[in-house]
């Protein structure tokens, strides 16, 4: 058993709303960064067959254009769709006391509330689109679904309640 080698996989895919506006930063060398927190909501229904919500916060960071767009794009309460690995990072505080955090490096966010263009000289026509920010092409694709495809009927049954 020893020669058994475990598969390096670190994926994770989380959805949720931003729980304070977004923080950015440059690092020395001229790196954007940013970091927020989103709300992952959790409905399941106890042993008494009632509906209760568990609520998970999670830490987010990202880099590059990644990092702009998210600056941008994003303010408290935005809702979104972060994939990525979960990440360690220790440091010393200001008072001098060892911290350490496990957040999520993004690879791709999709930005989910949907935003409106006005199309024609009457002003009529409304076009919304949601965003896809990818780190790896740094590019803004646009698709007509949502996050939805990521779910169980379960769950997208519990979206519509």
Known sequence: MADLKMPEIN???VAGN????PIF???TNNTPVVNFSIASNRKYKDSSN???EDV???GIVAWNKLAESCRDRLKKGSAVLVDGELQSRSWKSDEGHNRSIVEIKARRIQFLNK???I???NGLGIEEEVDLISEEDNSIGYTEDSFDKFLSSEESDLIKE
């Open 11 to 13: 994926y994770v895919i």
């Open 18 to 21: 931003l729980t304070k506006d």
């Open 25 to 27: 930063r440059q690092t």
């Open 50 to 52: 009632q509906w209760q």
């Open 56 to 58: 998970c916060y999670v």
């Open 115 to 117: 935003r409106s263009k």
């Open 119 to 121: 199309n024609g000289e």
